[in-house]
């Protein structure tokens, strides 16, 4: 069993920027692959990015290339996701997933909580 705590959201204005950590809890160690994802009220979740289990490989929704990045540190059972150039359209609660690093949802098997994350114009 893999816990998964997100931190790191809250409130900023567009342009400004936001780090997502997800902490792997009560494991000694933690190599999977990990995926960030997001929901906005009334939509659907979608995939934002993701890192394979070493960090070498990710991921990136079209929407966020360039802006945000997805990053790793196994010795810290840690995988972040700063985002920059945030814009009102990226507020949502923003999940962090292990199992894969694909946007096919049904291959995560651990999610976490979730975080808001609120953009103002």
């Known amino acids: 069993q893999v816990q998964l705590v997100e931190s790191g959201g809250g409130l900023v204005q567009a342009g400004g920027s936001l780090r997502l950590s997800c902490a792997a809890a009560?494991?000694?160690?933690?190599?999977?692959?990990v995926g960030w994802f997001r929901q906005a009220p009334g939509k659907e979740r979608e995939f934002v990015a993701g890192i394979t289990a070493s960090g070498s490989g990710t991921e990136y929704a079209n929407s966020v290339k360039g802006r945000f990045t997805i990053s790793r540190d196994n010795a810290k059972k840690m995988v972040h996701l700063q985002m920059n150039s945030l814009k009102p359209e990226d507020t949502a609660v923003y999940y962090c997933?292990?199992?894969?690093?694909?946007?096919?949802?049904?291959?995560?098997?651990?999610w976490g909580q979730g975080t808001q994350v609120t953009v103002s114009s």
């Open positions: 997933a292990a199992g894969s690093y694909t946007p096919r949802e049904n291959y995560y098997h651990y």
């Open positions: 009560g494991r000694s160690s933690f190599y999977y692959p």
